[in-house]
């Protein structure tokens, strides 16, 4: 997953860390994890993810340009 992408969406959203991770089932920890770069998501988490931020898997992976 891209860090950056994960995170600019989120920022776009008006979300906070918290927010997002209160959202997917996640702890705050966990999202600045993947945000940072220090840990990678499992594809239900990515799933979840892009649930949450209204753009599709394949936009947080970097495999598309279009959310």
Same mark, same amino acid.
């Given at each position: #997953?891209?860090?950056?992408?994960?995170?600019?969406?989120?920022?776009? $959203?008006? #979300?906070?860390?918290?927010? $997002?991770?209160?959202?997917?089932? *996640?702890?705050?920890?966990?999202?600045?994890? !993947?945000? =940072?770069?220090?840990?990678?998501?499992?594809?239900?988490?990515?799933?979840? *993810?892009?649930?949450?931020?209204?753009?599709?898997?394949? !936009? $947080? $992976?970097?495999?598309?340009? =279009?959310?």
């Amino acid at each position: #997953m891209q860090k950056e992408r994960l995170k600019a969406r989120r920022e776009a $959203l008006g #979300m906070s860390q918290s927010d $997002l991770a209160r959202s997917v089932g *996640l702890t705050p920890q966990a999202v600045s994890a !993947y945000e =940072n770069g220090v840990r990678h998501a499992t594809g239900d988490v990515i799933a979840a *993810l892009a649930d949450v931020l209204k753009c599709s898997a394949d !936009y $947080l $992976l970097g495999r598309t340009e =279009n959310p």
